[in-house]
């Protein structure tokens, strides 16, 4: 008996195709975290906690330092949720303790509407 014969007779050894489907996964929503201008906060601290926090080299942190003291405000990065939520909470905390008065805001990357906590 040849071995095709014998393929055909035993049930386990049917050769089957099933299809495999894989589920595409959503990218998560994508918020800006937004430095907004004030009249106490040094300067040199606003450079400071962007790359710190934000991982700016020293010219990115200095433009963008400008950018939020000549036009009121400036998007330090775009991230997932709670990302964004945590560096606003972390920057926030170092302004306080040095008793700075800097505010950050969280907005939404599709609907461009900040959010509170």
């Known amino acids: 008996m040849s071995d095709k014969n014998n393929r055909d007779r035993r049930p386990d050894r049917r050769e089957q195709t099933s299809v495999l489907t894989r589920r595409r996964l959503k990218r998560p929503p994508l918020y800006r975290v937004i430095f907004?201008?004030?009249?106490?906060?040094?300067?040199?601290?606003?450079?400071?906690?962007?790359?710190r926090y934000f991982h700016k080299t020293n010219s990115e942190a200095t433009t963008l330092m400008m950018q939020v003291h000549t036009q009121g405000k400036g998007i330090a990065g775009i991230y997932p949720h709670d990302i964004a939520h945590t560096k606003r909470a972390q920057v926030e905390g170092l302004a306080r303790e040095h008793e700075m008065p800097l505010k950050l805001s969280v907005e939404s990357e599709d609907s461009g509407q900040e959010e509170d906590e």
């Open 36 to 51: 907004h201008n004030d009249d106490y906060t040094t300067r040199e601290f606003v450079v400071m906690v962007l790359m």
